[in-house]
């Protein structure tokens, strides 16, 4: 079945520096790649996702990029801020038209001030 | 106008005890989810359910039991709760037949003394 390794499961940066987590799949025909943050107590909310047609995609002062070849994609965070400290998640879809979206065991993200 | 909501919040009971948890979504979203967060924070599918039918079981214990008695709702029942069931639990929903977000209840957070 597909795997997903995400790394590393926890980093911390300054205000203003940049962070950057990745994560490895296993099924090289997934074509959608999701981003998700889980502020602490909440719930986890899609912040940008990336389909396989294209290399990268952008919002605001975050991106992620798309390496089908090597089977990983990144979350990259510019200029970050203390309100961005959370955990991300990665994910990518189960084999099968099931809707089964599988996750990456999480970054936990502390931006300090 | 919650999109996805799920009742209870807190849910704390001894162990042997039986519980339920209550979830609806009014998106008009054809697939619903049951998700388990452990204390590491793992996000981990439990159950899928498309239009009433029962389409991801994730080798979960038959001490959990899902129903559905329509589309928007879908609920999560426990029998002899055991400590290791301690965790979060997560209500999503989504869009059937599209590749895209998952949209998440608020949790609930579930403690077996």
């Known amino acids: 079945g597909e795997n997903v390794e995400q790394h590393p499961s926890t980093l911390s940066v300054q205000e203003g520096d940049s962070a950057v987590i990745k994560c490895t799949y296993s099924d090289s025909a997934s074509n959608y790649f999701p981003w998700y943050k889980q502020e602490l107590g909440k719930r986890p909310q899609l912040i940008i996702d990336?389909?396989?047609?294209?290399g990268e995609k952008k919002d605001q002062r975050i991106a992620v990029t798309l390496n089908k070849t090597a089977k990983h994609f990144s979350l990259h965070i510019t200029e970050t801020q203390p309100e961005d400290s959370a955990v991300y998640f990665c994910?990518?879809?189960?084999?099968?038209?099931?809707?089964?979206?599988?996750f990456g065991q999480g970054t936990t993200l502390q931006v300090k001030p | 106008d919650t999109a996805v909501s799920q009742t209870p919040k807190y849910l704390v009971t001894q162990m042997g005890n039986d519980k339920s948890i209550k979830c609806e979504q009014n998106l008009g979203h054809d697939t619903m989810y049951w998700y388990k967060q452990d204390s590491k924070k793992f996000l981990k599918i439990m159950f899928s359910y498309n239009n009433k039918e029962l389409i991801i079981n994730e080798t979960v214990p038959n001490r959990f039991s899902p129903k559905s008695p329509d589309k928007a709702h879908l609920n999560l029942h426990i029998n002899s709760l055991e400590l290791g069931d301690s965790a979060v639990y997560f209500c999503?929903?989504?869009?059937?037949?599209?590749?895209?977000?998952?949209?998440f209840g608020e949790g609930s957070r579930l403690t077996v003394l």
């Open positions: 990336i389909r396989s047609n294209v």
């Open positions: 999503a929903s989504s869009s059937r037949g599209q590749v895209g977000e998952l949209f």
């Open positions: 994910a990518v879809y189960g084999s099968g038209n099931t809707g089964k979206l599988i």
